[in-house]
């Protein structure tokens, strides 16, 4: 998919948790032994104040100190992006769902190393008993209702800035 609306989308799933308060747990691979770049700007943007956990597997479910944020957060839906559909985001999604943990996935808000890598990655953790969602499918679930007036505005930037339709800009326009 293209680089630019991916990168939308997963800052959009970033920013969609923090609206609604969900806890986040942020992980990235081998960034401290200097083997890989920080996060893209526009993701260590959205989520600097939240702490991040630097391992070196590259399933993260394996890694100590991302396990226990995730136990410590106490929930048992999750939601799992990454930047690598068939490792950073198949492994640890797996192994949740082995563990009992409701795994959902915002098939728009990861990507491959090939669109047929992208897709088996995601039938994998579809046959698993993951729940494969898009991006805009998470906002409206968690949004829920128009009568929740307080996360509405939060809501449409949502929608407008991982590339929302001329229709919602046309209403948020509307709005301001």
């Known amino acids: 998919m293209d680089r630019q609306l991916m990168i939308n989308n997963i800052v959009?799933?970033?920013?969609?948790?923090?609206?609604?308060?969900?806890p986040i747990v942020h992980s990235t691979v081998n960034v401290k032994t200097g083997l890989n770049k920080p996060p893209v700007p526009q993701v260590r943007a959205a989520l600097a104040d939240y702490p991040t956990y630097d391992r070196t597997s590259i399933n993260s479910?394996?890694?100590?100190e991302f396990r226990d944020a995730v136990e410590k957060a106490?929930?048992?839906?999750l939601i799992m992006t990454a930047l690598w559909t068939e490792?950073?985001?198949?492994?640890?999604?797996?192994?949740a769902?082995?563990?009992?943990?409701?795994?959902?996935?915002?098939?728009?808000?990861?990507g491959g190393t090939s669109s047929y890598a992208h897709e088996a990655a995601l039938r994998r953790i579809e046959q698993a008993g993951g729940q494969l969602i898009?991006?805009?499918?998470?906002?409206?679930?968690l949004q829920r209702d128009w009568n929740r007036s307080a996360t509405v505005p939060a809501f449409m930037d949502l929608f407008i800035r991982t590339g929302g339709t001329?229709?919602?800009?046309?209403?948020?326009?509307k709005a301001e």
């Open 166 to 173: 001329a229709g919602l800009q046309f209403a948020y326009d």
């Open 134 to 141: 898009s991006t805009v499918q998470l906002f409206c679930e």
């Open 61 to 64: 479910w394996e890694d100590v």
């Open 12 to 22: 959009g799933c970033a920013r969609a948790a923090v609206t609604y308060g969900l």
């Open 74 to 77: 106490g929930r048992k839906k």
């Open 97 to 110: 769902l082995k563990e009992g943990y409701d795994v959902f996935v915002p098939v728009d808000a990861v």
């Open 87 to 95: 490792a950073c985001l198949t492994f640890p999604a797996l192994d």
